[in-house]
């Protein structure tokens, strides 16, 4: 009975960081203490304080496996068991090193003419759960990072609230890695030339979670041409990885009565990845 109690009281202070996060636009059940909205996000970081670029900001951080696979092996401290595995991590950021290094001189589509930067992607590289979006949004594209911008600021948002991580815990990635100019959706062409770099960052990240975030990302990942709403309620797999498929947060800044069905959407993540459901509240 205590039990119980204390699970109710935790779930109850998970909604409100939820909302707090998120807004108060939810459906709150009875008896849930509602705290005060948070104002829409800002807009993009304003150019003053923009992160320089990308050439410094981009950079694949410090190995660390922020956390450890449920189901795999778990290293020994035995050297020989532990080397093989600092090997392939290196090789990991190599190989990234040498993608990024190959996207940022990218002129594989007409894309390129018009960038300031290409966005690779960013994160720890050897992340359990990988974010793809669409692609580089205005203040991506002068930043040369991804997700920076107010869609960004509510996916960092979500991450913390409904996952307990920040950005550099999990991966960050698009479809494309440029700026398609007035914010249109890349074209078929634009995602055939970019594709393979998103297809070979999966491959050397090795996430055991991917969610695609929005239309975009989910039907060229995954080869479809359903919409959002029905994907999302489909189970997939990329390479026998399962993939989540869930709103883009831009949509839900125009659309926030979708939150609810995103946080579900990453209560199912933190599931795969055998991570409580909701992280345990912060002291
Ligand atoms: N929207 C996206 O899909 N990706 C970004 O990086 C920013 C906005």
Redesign the pocket.
């Known amino acids: 009975m205590a039990d119980s109690g204390n699970s109710m009281r935790n779930l109850e202070r998970h909604l409100e960081q939820w909302l707090i996060a998120y807004g108060s636009d939810l459906a709150i059940p009875a008896g849930t203490a509602v705290p005060r909205a948070e104002p829409e996000p800002r807009e993009a970081v304003p150019a003053t304080t923009a992160e320089p670029a990308a050439e410094q900001h981009v950079e694949i951080p410090t190995i660390t496996r922020a956390q450890p696979a449920t189901n795999a092996p778990r290293p020994s401290s035995d050297s020989q068991v532990e080397e093989p595995a600092q090997a392939n991590q290196s090789h990991t950021v190599t190989s990234l090193r040498a993608l990024r290094a190959e996207v940022l001189a990218c002129t594989k589509c007409k894309l390129h003419s018009g960038r300031q930067n290409a966005?690779f992607g960013e994160g720890d590289p050897t992340a359990r759960v990988m974010f793809i979006?669409?692609?580089?949004?205005a203040?991506?594209d002068e930043s040369g990072?991804?997700?920076?911008?107010p869609?960004?600021q509510l996916l960092d948002r979500i991450l913390e609230a409904a996952m307990g991580l920040r950005r550099p815990e999990v991966f960050?990635a698009?479809?494309n890695k440029c700026w398609p100019s007035s914010n249109r959706a890349p074209d078929a062409e634009e995602v055939a030339a970019c594709l393979p770099y998103l297809e070979q960052q999966i491959q050397l990240v090795q996430p055991e979670v991917l969610v695609c975030?929005?239309r975009?990302?989910a039907q060229n990942l995954l080869g479809s041409t359903e919409s959002l709403a029905s994907m999302r309620i489909q189970d997939h797999f990329y390479n026998g990885v399962p993939v989540i498929v869930t709103w883009?947060?831009?949509y839900l800044l125009r659309e926030p009565s979708k939150k609810r069905e995103t946080w579900d959407d990453i209560k199912r993540v933190n599931q795969l990845l055998g991570r409580p459901e909701v992280p345990p509240p912060k002291r």
């Open positions: 966005v979006g669409e692609a580089p949004g203040s991506e990072r991804p997700f920076v911008g869609a960004g960050i698009n479809l975030l929005g975009t990302a883009h947060p831009a």
